[in-house]
């Protein structure tokens, strides 16, 4: 972690799986091994409880353990989160997965963050409590900072805490969310053309 002295600037705040990695949860999969119904994964799981909450856990993390494992980094991603940082920007990530996995993931590929919150870091996305309490935690101003994400969820949770919002898409296809955020990329160094130096 980079020692931080500065003004109450922003911060920018990355989502993991899907946004600095090339997407490889299947969430499907982990639904239909569950035996969930369509919708958040981990929302569903609060609906559970003993044995069955129990076993979903073990799914979930056996999924989260082989995608950090396979995990690959989106073109640039490093190259463009290192350029970010010199800009003066404090990094984050802010994900839905577990400490365990995400922490595995940005130490395998190298990639420095000053802060990352997990799920364990309670309530999850799309509430913006996250995106407040790190500010807090480095000094920033929500409103002066931005939130990337792949999922609805990122921009939702960004928007509710004041950020400015960055979609980062798949394909050629716009998602029907993509209206919902301030910036649209489809690749993460078009962010140095949108986001200045701090």
């Known amino acids: 972690?980079?020692?931080?002295?500065?003004?109450?600037?922003?911060?920018?705040v990355f989502d993991l799986d899907g946004t600095i990695t090339v997407p490889v949860l299947d969430f499907d999969a982990m639904r239909a091994e569950i035996g969930l119904p369509p919708g958040p994964i981990l929302e569903s799981l609060e609906l559970l409880d003993g044995a069955k909450k129990v076993r979903a856990m073990e799914v979930v993390h056996a999924h989260e353990e082989q995608a950090a494992i396979n995990a690959q980094l989106r073109p640039n991603a490093k190259e463009t989160l290192d350029a970010l940082s010199r800009r003066g920007?404090?990094?984050?990530?802010?994900?839905?997965?577990?400490?365990?996995?995400a922490s595995i993931i940005l130490e395998t590929h190298g990639i420095r963050v000053d802060l990352m919150y997990a799920r364990e870091e309670e309530p999850v996305k799309p509430a913006p409590e996250p995106i407040l309490r790190m500010c807090a935690e480095l000094n920033c101003a929500p409103k002066a900072s931005w939130m990337i994400g792949d999922h609805l969820m990122d921009i939702e949770c960004g928007r509710g805490a004041g950020c400015q919002t960055v979609l980062i898409m798949d394909g050629n296809e716009m998602p029907e969310h993509s209206g919902h955020a301030d910036h649209v990329i489809r690749e993460l160094e078009e962010l140095l053309a949108i986001i200045p130096s701090r």
């Open 89 to 101: 920007w404090p990094i984050g990530v802010l994900t839905r997965n577990a400490r365990r996995w």
């Open 1 to 12: 972690m980079r020692e931080l002295a500065h003004s109450p600037g922003g911060m920018l």
